[in-house]
């Protein structure tokens, strides 16, 4: 009687399956924050080069209040258009080797990070925005640098996992905004002052993009990445 050979195993059934793609609301909520940043920035590069005349009261204060420390300001805000603009380029790169980008966004956060600090002694909110920078911002810098030394010890995945939390984090600043935008709304009703919700918006904004990543890093989604990636 002739005998035949096992049925081979499917091909499919013997590749690793494919990287699960991020949630679409993730990838959304990302670009919404890349786009928010950049117009931010924009817009305070303008109000500094060309003080506008005819702008609401609370915007006309915030506006003087970033004028009267211009230059830390643009020192703070150009390298973080720049890191924004980086920002993707390294989220979105499918290989775990490093890449120009990535190279470049160490010393843009740094900067970033450090001109933070110093920008938090003009904190229009007071302290309660001041402790929301302090913690996030220094959240921020320990996340770039454990990115940094897993990346000089070759670990890439862990450097991956690292360089994401500091891109989130940072993207917290664009999500302060739409924040901050239903509290200048509601200012008729509330009667609150930009000094009073600036440090309430902050922390909501910072404290929203560092849970979500923290949520994404954790899930089952996330560990199927990883794992197709190494």
Not at 150 to 159: D, F, G, M
Request: with cysteine.
């Amino acid at each position: 009687m002739t005998s035949f050979p096992p049925t081979p195993v499917s091909a499919s059934r013997s590749l690793p399956a494919p990287p699960s793609p991020s949630p679409l609301s993730l990838r959304i909520g990302f670009w919404l924050c890349i786009v928010i940043a950049v117009a931010v920035v924009i817009r305070r590069v303008l109000a500094l080069a060309y003080p506008p005349r005819s702008a609401p009261p609370q915007m006309a204060g915030l506006d003087e209040a970033f004028a009267s420390h211009a230059a830390l300001t643009l020192a703070h805000i150009l390298p973080a258009l720049a890191f924004v603009l980086l920002a993707p380029f390294v989220v979105f790169r499918k290989s775990l080797t490093p890449s120009w980008a990535e190279r470049a966004i160490y010393p843009l956060g740094l900067i970033v990070g450090l001109t933070a600090y110093a920008m938090s002694t003009f904190s229009v909110g007071g302290w309660i925005e001041r402790s929301a920078v302090l913690l996030l911002d220094t959240l921020f810098l320990l996340s770039l640098l454990r990115a940094w030394l897993y990346r000089r010890k070759s670990e890439l995945l862990q450097a991956r996992r690292w360089i994401l939390r500091a891109i989130v984090i940072l993207l917290g600043i664009a999500t302060t905004r739409p924040v901050m935008s239903i509290f200048f709304a509601t200012a008729p009703l509330t009667h609150l002052t930009p000094n009073q919700f600036f440090g309430i918006a902050f922390w909501i904004g910072f404290s929203i993009n560092a849970i979500v990543i923290e949520l994404w890093l954790r899930s089952s989604r996330w560990k199927l990445q990883a794992a197709a990636q190494a």
